[in-house]
Each structure stands twice: as C-alpha cells, then as structure tokens.
C-alpha cells in the first residue's frame, strides 16, 4: 500500500510560479512511475507529466503539450518525494492537482489516469489573470 500526501498548491498570478509536492508512505516507491494529474470544475482529469524509473538513479520525464517548457517534475528518492515545479503558469492551468503511482513502466501508458494505483487527495492551485 503506498499513500500519496500533496502539498504546495494555491493562489498566484498569472506568470508566477509553484512547486507542488508530493510525499510517498509505505513501499519503497522508488521504482514506482508517478504521475501528476489535474481536474479543472466540469472537466475530465488530464495528464500533466510522468516520471518513470529508468535503471539506477535515473528517471526520464514526459509532459502533456501543454505544460511542456513550463512545468518540470522531479523526484527525491530519499525523501520518497516527486515535485512539480510550475513556471509562467496561466488562467487556464487553474485545477485541482492530484499524483499519483502506478507498477507499470511504460511512460506511454502511465499517461492514462486509469492505470494508477494510488492517488493522493489532490492540492488547489488558482491562477489569476
């Protein structure tokens, strides 16, 4: 069982920036691949980017078009931690932000909310024009 606890959401204008958070409890979640999601009021959760465990130290990142150039995930293993850093953000990144982890290895896949696993309980984030 692996629980998922975000933080670092809020309120800023438009070309400012956050960092959201994203502390991992229970398993090991090193070669986890964690996702980061968002659902603005009325729509459906879209995919936001994916990290996935690549051998080693190493993972490699995937972004939806539309936060590429702005948004850049990372992850701490030792403090079982992924981040999302989110520059020049916009009125239209407003949602609610949720990570997310899954066993499967494929970056191709894990850009469906579906095939997670665990999710956390989601962190606001408003941008104002």
């Known amino acids: 069982q692996v629980q998922l606890v975000e933080s670092g959401g809020g309120w800023v204008q438009a070309g400012g920036s956050l960092r959201l958070s994203c502390a991992a409890s229970g398993r090991t979640f090193r070669t986890y691949t964690m996702g980061w999601f968002r659902q603005a009021p009325g729509k459906e959760r879209d995919f936001v980017s994916v990290?996935?465990?690549?051998?080693?130290?190493?993972?490699?990142?995937d972004y939806a078009d539309s936060v590429k150039g702005r948004f850049t995930a990372s992850r701490d293993d030792a403090k079982n931690t992924v981040y999302l850093q989110m520059n020049s953000l916009e009125p239209e990144d407003t949602a609610v932000y949720y990570c997310a982890a899954t066993d499967l290895r494929s970056a191709a896949q894990a850009m469906t909310s579906r095939v997670y696993n665990y999710w956390g309980q989601g962190t606001q984030v408003t941008v104002s024009s």
């Open positions: 990290t996935t465990w690549a051998g080693g130290n190493t993972y490699s990142a």
